[in-house]
């Protein structure tokens, strides 16, 4: 009987989850230097469903429809992802310090908007770049494992070669910032890296999405199987998985979320690794609704401190500053409050 | 159902290990492989299981050659204890147990009701139902082996690989494993077990096979195979066969190998 009222409790979590996350979404639309009534907001949207005349000013349309309501999209779709994906590596790593850059997808988008920045690239090409060297970054781990394990060891070389080439990016972002221009380019490069929504427009949204979904949607389809490939290759195999194909498929999905996450928001720390042991916390480690329950939870951390960051003074903060200043001392918390093993 | 190795020889990269070994086992047998360490038990185990690739020879069920690639179909005859571990997540065991029905899972969908069920039944058929809603990583090793074997079950195979069903038991959590190995026997599960302790191969297989350090791998019955001269030979040390009256149980007269202690120093010159 315990069992159902286990699961019963990850259900009632998850669903929580979901209204505290809608709730701070209207929220959000209203918090900013903008003063919006709740009656702009409807006027808006009600004008826009029914495709009536818009009663609010240009000014007030605009500033709900193309900055705040693309900012809050960004954050939830970005903080989900990053917990989804270091959820995912901490199941597939048999590790909960995982984080979601661990393969060196982070190191790689940052080099690549680095190097997008030194050449004076249009904007958008800072994602583009950000993006395909986030990918590039884990395929190269990926690569290296490949040839240096043989099958042999696979995860803990991989882990090894991720390392590798988080190192080599660094350096070359370090590179980069040193040939930089330090007028001009060095800060960008810089303040591109701490990370931050500021500057994301509805185009960004939607150019988000697409990675977003062909890594979330065989996350959430497959979630279940992580369960069992965190008790090892070999255990997962003798119980009739193909963990060769699985993981990979787990390892491309995590790294598009990631890799598209970094390039729409820069560097963004600490989420893909405090939110998933928060959510293991409250559901458990089954994947089934511990991967849910990461996705949300993520989405409203990130909202809520994306909030934070645009309001708590008068300049705004960079949000991986943001996430790392929280992050930290909540880590520490739930290390004290755990309860059994490694939640 | 017949498992049968034939000159299978395994390793790792280019080095083998393993070599020439040969033997079959059939439904309700209980094979034990004794052997010291290093010798390769465990290499031998994993080309079993299809987790290395074999050198050369071959493995058959029933005369078909077993398919490693069809993952399902080979978890669906060849159930993995492996040796009591601690996984890095807190999982509830009913739904470790119940990952043994991925086997009849399709990649997309969690098990269901009847699963779960399923697996409570099975729980219950070890004797440790109280289980079921405990945490994995705070119950003890013997509990998690019972609860690694019922995983194991949930695949509903015809064979069992256990390796080293008891190591890290008490002496008390040992025999209940032991136990239940022989009642799985007795159901038609085919088993193969390694263990350090050879009397474990008289308390419940029919078969035992023993390997040493010069590659020589011996199989057939218990009798023939748990010998004085072969414990000796595989293990450096001199032991005695002992036969033990448990009267007072229906049980005939039990076999017991003891060990002897005073001479190990003489003995170990000789081999030196």
Known sequence: ??????????????????????????????????????????????????????????????????????????????????????????GLFKNPMVSPDILGASAGAGFGAAIAILISLPFIFIQIFAFIFGILGVGIAYLICKIVSRGKDALLILILAGMIVSTLFSSLITLSKYIADPYSKLPEITYWLMGGLSAVSGSDVLLLIIPFMCGIIPLFLLRWQINAMAFGDEEAKAMGLNTGKLRAIFIVSATLLTASSVAVSGMIGWIGLVIPHLSRMLVGPNYKYLMPASFLIGGSFLLIVDNLARTLFTMEIPLGILTSIIGAPFFVYLLIKRKRGWV | MNFEAKDVCAGYADVDIVRDVSFTLRSGEVLCLLGPNGVGKTTLFKSLLGFLPLHGGNISLDGKPLCFSDYKRQAALIGYVPQVHEPPFPFQVLDVVVMGSIVRMNYFSGPSHGEYSKAEEILEMLGVSYLSNKVYTEISGGERQMVLIARALMQEPKFLMMDEPTSNLDFGNQMRVLQQVQMLAEQGMGIIMTSHFPDHAFLCCNKAAVMCKDTSFKVGSVQDIVTEDVLHKAYGIRVKIAYVDTSEENSDMVRTCVPIMHKINLSRKEIV
Do not use: W
């Open chain 1, 1 to 90: 009987m315990l069992l159902v009222h286990e699961k019963r409790g990850a259900i009632k979590v998850i669903f929580f989850s979901f209204i505290i996350l809608l709730l701070l979404f209207f929220i959000s639309l209203f918090i900013g230097r903008y003063t919006i009534t709740v009656n702009d907001i409807y006027n808006v949207f009600y004008s826009k469903l029914f495709n009536t005349e818009c009663l609010v000013s240009n000014m007030v349309q605009s500033v709900i429809l193309k900055v705040r309501i693309p900012r809050i999209f960004a954050a939830i779709l970005i903080g989900g992802a990053l917990s989804s994906a270091g959820a995912t590596y901490q």
